[in-house]
């Protein structure tokens, strides 16, 4: 049975419109994989630390050399790769905050992305050790940018450092964008549609 990750990052709660988008994307999974299993994460309760010299340092560390105290500093780190290797296929609400991905979802990123874990430097430059997944990337932003709206997919493709070693090279990804719409009543009707359609398309 196939397993999804449902990753949110928005503050909002109920407000919000990438959690509708993403909750909707998520029950059309469902329905499209009867039984599986849906894994949540919700990044604005999570409460994930910065990176820190020992966190580093225990990172290049080998496995089997690593202090306790070095252990302990990679535990949560331990957990959320795990949680993403399990998963088949992951779903991320990524609102756009000051042109820029929402900094939870930047230290959620710093956590994952360790060396010999989920990436490796090799001749040709960094190159991703998850593979054969697929991710989908469901953002909003306030403002319409650039000629086709999508300025918040272009922003986050280019302030996700770990784009290039861990998404580009491993997972088909899919971004879909939505602009808030100006009544939240119409904003609903929306958001209801596009991602099931989008998951359509897509699957
Ligand atoms: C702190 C904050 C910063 C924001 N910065 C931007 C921005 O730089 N550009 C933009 O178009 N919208 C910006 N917005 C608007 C949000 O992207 C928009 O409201 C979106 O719907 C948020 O997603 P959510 O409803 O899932 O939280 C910002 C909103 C907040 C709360």
Redesign the pocket.
Known sequence: MPTLLHIDT???GD???????TAAYTEAWRTANPGATVVTRDLSKAAIPALDADWIQASYTPAGARTTKQQAALRLSDDLIAELKAADHSVF?V??????IPATLKLWIDQIARVEETFRYEESGPVGLITGKTATFIA????T?GPRGC??VVELRRTVPARRIWFHRCYRRRFLN???SRCADVGRHRTRSLPQTAYRRHS
């Open positions: 928005s503050p909002l407000r919000s419109v990438s959690r509708h988008l609400g609102p756009m905050h000051n042109f820029s909003s932003s306030g403002g940018y300025l918040a939505r602009r808030r």
